[in-house]
């Protein structure tokens, strides 16, 4: 099952036994584009933000929260100064960007695997809050434009916006959308300069593959399923990805659910379903029919064959035989192979 942050879903899975200098510089940098890209806690102007001030406040309530904490860090400090030959106690307090900043930056106690993870979730979290934002935005509809573009006034201030309403909205949603990708991009850029195997997309940091496969496979396919569509094929692999990289019970199997999802809702969409299918098998046939022909008789045979082979022997109880159990390297080949057919199947859709 996912859970909610990076710490508690990678509990048992090592990622560094020593903080080191690439530890600390991957924080901050990652933490600065969270604070200065995508939720400034002051204006232009130099005045608090009201969209940046409710974001770290929720952040630090959510994060301490889930990590068995009051606060990340203490709001209010106190200091003593000398005011007419005598010691004048003064308190303050910070701002909760500065509360959550305190934190992240706070010396090691205990495991370096442990603070880097914590702080890891802090930065999956802001991320996913930004991402819930565009994919809103880009959701709802734009029957009142002046109302959504009065909410991204600070965009509008340094874009070069049309004149009608909706066009606004429109460009507005793009350079959102588009900015917001510089920075996921920034932060994977980030975890590669620093030796760490992990990757954000869509809302959670998961273990990264090699290059390769990430750049032509796992990269491309996240991006394909981000929409509203797709969400049941986007949760079940990150579902096996997670089960995999803590060494779970069956991640191929969730691979195959979101490959099997991935059938359907085009088999639907395409209007080929016709209410008499009983299984995969059924809806790969709405595929290679000859009324749809989105795949070849032979590619059919192959996702069968995947289906016959490798889900349902795991998906299925054995009884009193052996329970089925792939190895490490079947399980990165179904993972993998499941990742290539969806993204197949949704660039011909």
């Not at 940046?52 to 606060?71: D, H, K, P, Y």
Request: net charge neutral; glycine share 6%.
């Amino acid at each position: 099952m996912l859970l909610d942050i990076f710490a508690r879903r990678y509990a048992s899975v090592p990622l560094r036994d020593a903080f080191e200098q690439r530890d600390s510089r991957l924080l901050i940098q990652a933490f600065r584009i969270l604070a200065e890209d995508l939720y400034p806690y002051y204006t232009h102007e130099g005045k608090e933000d009201s969209r940046g001030v409710a974001f770290w406040t929720s952040l630090n309530s959510r994060l301490s929260r889930e990590l068995g904490m009051q606060e990340l860090s203490p709001v209010w400090f106190s200091y003593t100064t000398q005011w007419n030959g005598n010691d004048v106690r003064q308190t303050h307090k910070h701002t909760l960007l500065k509360v959550c900043e305190n934190w992240l930056v706070a010396p090691v106690h205990g495991s370096p695997d442990e603070h880097i993870k914590d702080r890891l979730s802090l930065i999956e979290l802001g991320f996913r809050e930004r991402e819930g934002e565009i994919g809103a935005m880009n959701a709802a509809p734009t029957t009142e434009p002046m109302r959504q573009a009065a909410v991204f006034l600070g965009d509008a201030r340094r874009l070069p916006m049309p004149n009608d309403a909706g066009d606004r909205v429109h460009a507005l949603r793009i350079a959102r959308s588009a900015a917001f990708q510089i920075s996921v991009n920034e932060l994977n850029a980030r975890f590669r300069q620093a030796s760490y195997p992990l990757h954000y997309h869509n809302g959670f940091i998961q273990a990264a593959t090699d290059n390769l496969i990430q750049e032509t496979i796992e990269t491309p396919f996240w991006s394909l399923v981000a929409g509203p569509n797709w969400k049941n094929v986007d949760h079940d692999m990150k579902e096996a990805l997670d089960l995999r990289d803590a060494d779970g019970r069956d991640p191929s199997f969730y691979a195959a659910r979101a490959l099997e999802s991935a059938i359907k809702i085009i088999s639907d969409v395409k209007g080929w379903t016709h209410g008499g299918e009983k299984g995969a098998h059924n809806y790969i046939d709405n595929l290679s029919g000859k009324k749809s022909g989105l795949i070849t008789q032979w590619e059919a045979a192959s996702l069968k064959d995947f289906f016959t082979h490798v889900r349902n022997p795991i998906g299925h109880g054995p009884g009193s035989e052996k329970m089925p159990q792939l190895s490490i390297q079947q399980t990165e080949w179904a993972i993998e192979f499941c990742m290539s057919w969806i993204k197949s199947l949704i660039r011909r859709n």
